[in-house]
């Protein structure tokens, strides 16, 4: 291990335990991080200058998509940044550099809100006519993640990590922490969704007790993020439909029916846990049936007589 990668080991055990970054974010840092000493032939951060790291950007954008590129960019600054704070270097060369980016626009893909009906349909059938008292329960778990994820719009990481001390049915109150451990409320509006989650809660006591996380498997474990993508495709395919559905998806049919239906963007924002509302705003691009029933009912046009 060389001088570089000593002080790199140095900054993510610092984003650990001074910044409290998450798992699955001090993963992608080190990623990031040997990726550009595995590309970088200098041992010293002080040997390192703007022409090196002009270089590096170079490759990144000839290797990786725009977004992906610029993720691991910010990691490479952040890293400088702190050879910056700790006196490490004199300089930080990336003073001496313009980034830019010109990313295309993708617009977040939601779910028809009469496919989420059947795709909850269906799940609710598989529990009413469940076999065994195993497929019920598992049905019935099922029915109040879907029902969780599309009723908040919570993240699927937030889901996973959701602790049983944090759910209060009694109130319909979630509190969710987000990316970097950002605290936010959100209210369960429904009634429905509310008693599903309390019947859930009631069968799968046990288990709950014994990992202090809301959601969890029959053995007691924690609920993870591929078991819920399977669980998706399953009714998925259950149900006959066609159209690929991911969990964000469900986050995102969330954020879209609240704008189609004239709620502020900001109280959406705040719902999300995004922290600008440049991120929340991509919704309104998406928004399309509330225009065509306004310009459908509202344009002057609908009453020429030609």
Request: charged share 25%.
């Amino acid at each position: 291990m060389n001088n570089l990668q000593k002080h790199m080991e140095n900054y993510l055990n610092y984003c650990a335990a001074q910044k409290c970054l998450d798992e699955k974010t001090l993963k992608a840092y080190r990623i990031d991080l040997r990726q550009f000493s595995e590309q970088t032939v200098v041992e010293n951060p002080s040997e390192i200058t703007s022409d090196i790291l002009e270089k590096y950007i170079t490759i990144l954008h000839q290797q990786y998509k725009p977004r992906t590129a610029k993720r691991k960019i910010a990691s490479i600054k952040a890293l400088f940044h702190y050879f910056e704070y700790k006196e490490i270097i004199d300089r930080n060369p990336f003073n001496k550099i313009q980034i830019r980016f010109r990313e295309p626009t993708i617009l977040p893909k939601t779910i028809p809100l009469r496919t989420v009906e059947a795709f909850l349909a269906t799940i609710y059938q598989q529990k009413k006519y469940a076999k065994t008292d195993y497929q019920k329960r598992n049905a019935l778990r099922d029915a109040a993640v879907v029902e969780l994820l599309f009723s908040t719009g919570m993240r699927i990481s937030e889901l996973c990590t959701l602790k049983d001390k944090d759910v209060n049915l009694y109130d319909g109150i979630i509190l969710i922490y987000g990316k970097g451990d950002k605290e936010r409320r959100i209210q369960v509006g429904s009634t429905d969704v509310i008693h599903i989650l309390v019947e859930y809660r009631n069968s799968f006591y046990k288990e709950i007790q014994s990992c202090h996380h809301f959601f969890t498997n029959q053995s007691g474990k924690t609920l993870s993020d591929q078991a819920v993508r399977r669980m998706i495709n399953k009714y998925t395919s259950l149900a006959s439909i066609e159209l690929h559905i991911t969990p964000h998806m469900f986050r995102h049919t969330f954020a879209t029916s609240l704008l189609e239906a004239d709620v502020n963007i900001r109280y959406i924002q705040e719902m999300l846990g995004h922290s600008s509302i440049n991120i929340t705003e991509i919704y309104t691009h998406v928004a399309v049936a509330k225009q065509r029933d306004i310009l459908a009912t509202k344009h002057p046009r609908k009453d020429f007589c030609i």
